[in-house]
């Protein structure tokens, strides 16, 4: 499953001199989205998966590209918990190579790592922040 984004910003007022910007991006609805599974939704840039998980009660997204052999991937991999504390992780389907969901870092040894976004749920829908 495919989805194009659609841009929306939110601009705070902290004060008057300083002023933070967030790009939300829209991704896609939540009931898009397997529980414990995830999707891959298309910025102009690039793809970025997104994950449902479930178990937890949270949600992840980082690219979609596998760093391993530069498949677009990731957001079929099989998502889990690992470790002491129970870092999310995803397991890329093609060699098993696996990515914290939060810090991007490979857990399998290698020195590969991956773009992690915010994500935030509203109304039913998903926003992924950027930049
Ligand atoms: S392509 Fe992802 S682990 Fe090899």
């Known amino acids: 499953m495919m989805h194009t984004f659609e841009f929306i910003g939110v601009t705070h007022d902290i004060d008057s001199t300083l002023i933070v910007e ?4 829209f991704a896609c609805h939540a009931d898009d989205v397997p ?3 995830g999707v891959c939704v298309k910025s102009n840039q690039e793809q970025i998966a997104v994950f449902n998980f479930a178990r937890r009660g949270e949600w992840f997204a980082t ?8 498949q677009m991937v990731l957001s079929r991999g099989m998502i ?3 470790g002491d504390q129970c870092e999310p992780k995803v397991a890329c389907p093609f ?3 696996t990515f914290s969901l939060v810090t991007g870092k490979c857990l399998s ?3 590969y790592q991956i773009k992690t976004y915010p994500v935030k749920i509203n109304d ?3 926003y992924i922040q950027v930049e």
């Open 22 to 25: 967030e790009k939300w991006l």
């Open 35 to 37: 529980e414990n599974g």
């Open 63 to 70: 690219q979609n590209l596998c760093p391993h052999k530069q």
């Open 80 to 82: 889990g918990s690992t």
């Open 95 to 97: 060699h098993k190579k």
């Open 109 to 111: 040894g290698d020195e």
């Open 124 to 126: 039913g829908k998903v």
